[in-house]
Each structure stands twice: as C-alpha cells, then as structure tokens.
C-alpha cells in the first residue's frame, strides 16, 4: 500500500512544482497589489489594442480552419484517393513542427525578396510586419485541430446512412447537413475550441512575421513578452493573467463538452 | 467493427458513390487550402536551405554556435522524454487506477500545457524558480530553466497517450499474478507496461518533436545565451533577425525533417499496436 501513495504523491507534487504551483503565483502576483493595478495594466491602450488585434486574428482563423477541417476530414475519411497517408501526416505537421520554422517559411514567401512577396509589395499589398502574415501564420499553426477531432468520428459512424440517404434521392449537400454533419457536431464543436486556444495563445510563429510594434502589430502574447523584458512586471502578470483566464475557460469548455458527446 | 460495409462504397455505381462520399469538390478544396497554408510554406524553406547545393548546406548548418544550438537542444530532449516517460506514466495511473478528492480537477489540469499560451508558460515558472521567487532557486538564463520549460510544455503527451490504454486494460492478468505471489512492481513491469509499450512510446516521441521545437516557453527564461542557453528554434530565429534567414533556413529544414520523421514513426507504431491488438 506504501508503493500505491508513493506513486500517488511522487506524481502529484510533480504536477504541483512543475505546472500548479507557477500558475497560481502568476494569478498571485497580478493581484498582488489589489485589481487597481491589474485593471490599469490591463486597460492601456497598447494592452487593449494588442487583446483586439489577437481576438480579430481568432475570428478570421477560426471559420477557416474549421471549414478547412469538416472538408478535408471528409477528404481523407470517404474518399480514396492515392497519398491520402501522406496528407494525413502534413495535417499533423503543425502539431510537430517548431512554430520558428513556420514563422521563417512565411518570411520567405512574403518578405521583399520573396516567392509571393515582391509581387504582392508592387500591387501595394504587405503581409508581412501586418495583418495578414499574423493571420497567415496563425492558420498554418492552428490548421489540425478540427481535422483530428473530426475524423475519428466520420470512420465511426460509416456510410450506411449516408448512403440510404443518397438511394432516396438527397443530394450531396443535404446528406452532408442532414446525416453527416449532426453526427460530426459535437467533434466540431471540440475541435472549434481547441482551435482558438490555439489561435489566442499563438506566439513563436506570430513573433517572426508581425514585427511586434506596440499599438501596430502586437498580438496579446507579444504584449507579455514586451512587457516582462521592458521591466513592466506588472503589465506582463496582468495580460499572461488573461490569457491563463481564456486557457482555462477553454478546459472548462473541453470538460462540458466531454459529458455532452457522452449524454447524446 | 464492420471494415467491410465502410468499404462498400468503392462498390457501388458511381452515381450513388458521388452522393456518398465526398464529392471531389472537398477533397479538392482541402488540399488547395493545404497547399497555400502548409505546403507552399515548407517548399520554400527546402528551396532556401538547400540553395547553394549540399556543401554549402552542411557548412552554413554545421557552424559551431548552430552545432551548441543542436547539442543541447538534443540533450534536454533527451532529458525531457526520459523524466516524461516516468512521471507521465505515474500521473496516468494515478488518474485511472487510484482514487482521492479532487481526481477529476488534477485531470482536466493535465491538459492546462497544452491551452496555456506558450510565453505564459515560460512566465509561470520565471514567477516561481526566477531572481524574484519565492522559492530561493533561481534558474533564470540556466540550461535547467530550460529543461523546466520543456517539462512544463511536454507534461500532456505521455499522460494522454497512456490514459485511455490503462483504462482499457484488463485487470484479470494483473490479479493472477498477485494470486501467484508477484511484487507489484513485478507485475507492472512483465503485464502492464508491454502492453503500455506502443502508447508510451507514440507519447514520448510527440513530446521530444514538441521539445526539439519548443520556442514560447524557452525564450524568456533561456535568455538566449549562445553556447549556452540558446536552443535550435532561438537559434533559427536570431539568424533570422541578424539578416541571415539561409542560415535559418538550413537549421530549419533540419528540425522540419525531424518533425516529419517524428509524426512518420508514431504512424508506424499506430500501425504496428492496431495489428498485434487482433
């Protein structure tokens, strides 16, 4: 019995000095002076702008890589085609890959001596150091969520209704809205939220591509990283206090959702 | 439980098939979207990396501050997969076979790395082991910062992994073996870890790929010093932004081989566990 509580106890004073105990002294240290100082850290405006711009990049990212994810767990699910093992694996890629090594690949198709990124400049287009190379890179590095939530699924549910819908005369688009999608909602609805934790918390790749102006093209994990190396412990305790607040939003979601997909 | 009537459809009349399935349009459109977002991307990194030929790849990777880079970027990987190996072992069974209060809290915990923003992470554990702790250790701009680090990033893999096959396990070998008079420990090492072998495994190798590549949590507390704290991707990143992105390129195409390989090895043993499961 001593080896059971060995066991026990070993593993969870690990998870306490590697992974509780620092969260809970963030949360400490952000409150440390009261919510005065917390709320005024938080209301600057490179603080808001950077929270805006991290939840505009969301919106945009989101919606795609959903729709991205429903088409091409379908693809790789139903349909047949040579190499599906190989895009298999691509979708997989971000999960594994240094988000450096994304940040640098966007570079170098975008930046001025660019594949892309010359062209684009003439026609008064930048993506780099803005908008649209966060998003870019927000995309690569959010793109397997739904994917991987979505397929398991589709292989467990099979064709047979699919294909009794399709022998009475439906078409593709009303199987896919009647039959497949209500039996793939609650997959989607997973992989939507891990989707945006991503998305919210991206910072390697985003760091190569925004340029990181304050108040420009700093996302609210760049805030964090500004903040501590210019010495404003405060700020940076505050914004990573908001971004702990969405994450663990996130694995109250996650834990809600687990029991709905159980129940249904 | 019925591969065959998935199969079915490959059977039928194309007419029927094209309702079924998806239509070519999806399959179509998604590699299109993957293409643009993940292919285009990598293709030009290759292209970069390689573009004075192999010789010239090989002395822009295989300079001595990227060589430190990789050293220890392999060691504290190595490091992480060992101690993730136990403790994530000993946090999955603590979680299937033991009980106490606040199990299922310390459960959805486990996944807090993997929602947590990454630059937070590296925060977190500056708050506690940095010059300002609280603790009195400070490993601030130590290779120990940075292992730390990439424990705290890591943590889910192994956990995650193992869970669902400990869930899954009989107990009925397990409860033979302690009729006939074997050790706990006996019985978890010839029953239930062979069995945990393949999950383990695929938990480990996501967590070196994750370690090799880790950036967020790193840069904080590494404080980039070469030869000494800097990793491979603050290496790529810093050749970057001193003007030298073949440089990057080179390391990059590296680590992108190895994630690759990576994802290729866990499929092999998916493949592999799923055909000694029948």
């Known amino acids: 019995m001593i080896g059971k509580h060995a066991v026990r106890y070993g593993s969870l004073l690990y998870?306490?000095?590697?992974?509780?105990?620092?969260?809970?002294?963030?949360?400490?240290?952000?409150?440390?002076?009261?919510?005065?100082?917390?709320?005024?850290?938080?209301?600057?405006?490179?603080?808001?702008?950077?929270?805006?711009?991290?939840?505009?990049?969301?919106?945009?990212?989101?919606?795609?890589?959903?729709?991205?994810?429903?088409?091409?767990?379908?693809?790789?699910?139903?349909?047949?085609?040579?190499?599906?093992?190989?895009?298999?694996?691509?979708?997989?890629?971000?999960?594994?890959?240094?988000?450096?090594?994304?940040?640098?690949?966007?570079?170098?198709?975008?930046?001025?001596?660019?594949?892309?990124?010359?062209?684009?400049?003439?026609?008064?287009?930048?993506?780099?150091?803005?908008?649209?190379?966060?998003?870019?890179?927000?995309?690569?590095?959010?793109?397997?969520?739904?994917?991987?939530?979505?397929?398991?699924?589709?292989?467990?549910?099979?064709?047979?209704?699919?294909?009794?819908?399709?022998?009475?005369?439906?078409?593709?688009?009303?199987?896919?809205?009647?039959?497949?999608?209500?039996?793939?909602?609650?997959?989607?609805?997973?992989?939507?939220?891990?989707?945006?934790?991503?998305?919210?918390?991206?910072?390697?790749?985003?760091?190569?591509?925004?340029?990181?102006?304050?108040?420009?093209?700093?996302?609210?994990?760049?805030?964090?990283?500004a903040s501590y190396e210019n010495f404003d412990q405060t700020g940076a305790y505050a914004a990573s206090v908001l971004l702990a607040g969405l994450a663990i939003l996130t694995l109250l979601l996650m834990t809600v959702m687990k029991r709905g997909d159980r129940s249904s | 439980m019925f591969p065959l009537a998935v199969d079915a459809a490959r059977f039928l009349p194309t007419a029927r098939r094209r309702a079924v399935g998806a239509p070519a349009l999806a399959s179509g459109l998604a590699l299109t979207y993957l293409s643009v977002i993940v292919l285009i991307p990598l293709a030009a990194i290759a292209a970069?990396?390689?573009?004075?030929?192999?010789?010239?790849?090989?002395?822009?990777?295989?300079?001595?501050?990227?060589r430190a880079a990789l050293k220890l970027t392999f060691a504290v990987s190595g490091i992480v997969v060992l101690v993730n190996a136990v403790t994530g072992?000993?946090?999955?069974?603590?979680?299937?076979?033991?009980?106490?209060?606040?199990?299922?809290?310390?459960?959805?915990?486990?996944?807090?790395?993997?929602?947590?923003?990454?630059?937070?992470?590296?925060?977190?554990?500056?708050?506690?082991?940095?010059?300002t702790g609280i603790v009195g250790v400070d490993i601030a701009f130590t290779r120990l910062g940075v292992l730390a680090a990439l424990l705290f990033v890591t943590l889910p893999f192994v956990v995650r992994t193992v869970q669902p096959v400990l869930i899954e396990l009989d107990r009925e070998q397990e409860e033979a073996a302690a009729s006939l008079g074997a050790s706990r420990f006996h019985s978890f090492r010839s029953i239930v870890l062979p069995h945990l072998l393949p999950a383990l495994l695929s938990g480990v190798a996501l967590a070196f790929a994750r370690a090799i590549g880790e950036f967020g949590a790193v840069i904080l507390i590494s404080g980039n010093l070469p030869f000494k704290t800097e990793v491979a991707s603050l290496y790529v990143f810093q050749r970057l932004n001193s003007g030298d992105p073949q440089g990057a390129s080179a390391l990059a195409l590296l680590m992108l081989v190895i994630s690759f390989l990576v994802l290729l090895g866990v499929g092999g043993i998916r493949r592999w566990a799923t055909r000694h499961d029948r």
């Not at chain 1, 003439?122 to 998003?135: E, M, Q, S």
């Open chain 1, 15 to 225: 998870l306490a000095a590697i992974l509780i105990a620092p969260v809970v002294l963030v949360f400490y240290r952000a409150f440390e002076h009261g919510p005065g100082p917390f709320w005024d850290a938080i209301s600057n405006p490179a603080a808001v702008h950077a929270l805006r711009l991290t939840l505009y990049v969301t919106l945009i990212t989101v919606p795609l890589n959903t729709a991205f994810g429903i088409l091409c767990g379908i693809a790789i699910v139903r349909h047949r085609i040579p190499g599906m093992g190989l895009v298999n694996a691509i979708v997989d890629l971000p999960l594994a890959l240094s988000p450096v090594v994304v940040g640098l690949a966007l570079y170098l198709l975008y930046g001025n001596d660019g594949w892309f990124g010359g062209f684009l400049h003439d026609h008064g287009f930048r993506v780099l150091f803005a908008t649209p190379g966060i998003v870019l890179a927000t995309l690569f590095i959010s793109l397997p969520f739904v994917v991987r939530e979505v397929v398991p699924v589709l292989r467990e549910i099979g064709t047979d209704q699919e294909e009794a819908a399709a022998t009475l005369g439906a078409s593709a688009f009303t199987t896919f809205r009647r039959i497949t999608f209500p039996a793939i909602r609650w997959a989607v609805a997973y992989g939507v939220v891990l989707t945006t934790a991503r998305c919210l918390g991206e910072f390697g790749a985003v760091s190569v591509v925004s340029g990181g102006l304050a108040g420009r093209t700093q996302v609210l994990t760049q805030y964090v990283q």
């Open chain 2, 48 to 66: 970069e990396g390689v573009q004075g030929g192999w010789q010239h790849f090989w002395e822009v990777a295989w300079n001595p501050e990227a």
């Open chain 2, 89 to 131: 072992t000993a946090l999955a069974w603590t979680l299937v076979r033991d009980s106490f209060a606040g199990k299922s809290i310390v459960n959805a915990l486990i996944d807090l790395p993997f929602a947590l923003p990454t630059i937070v992470a590296g925060l977190t554990l500056l708050a506690l082991y940095g010059p």
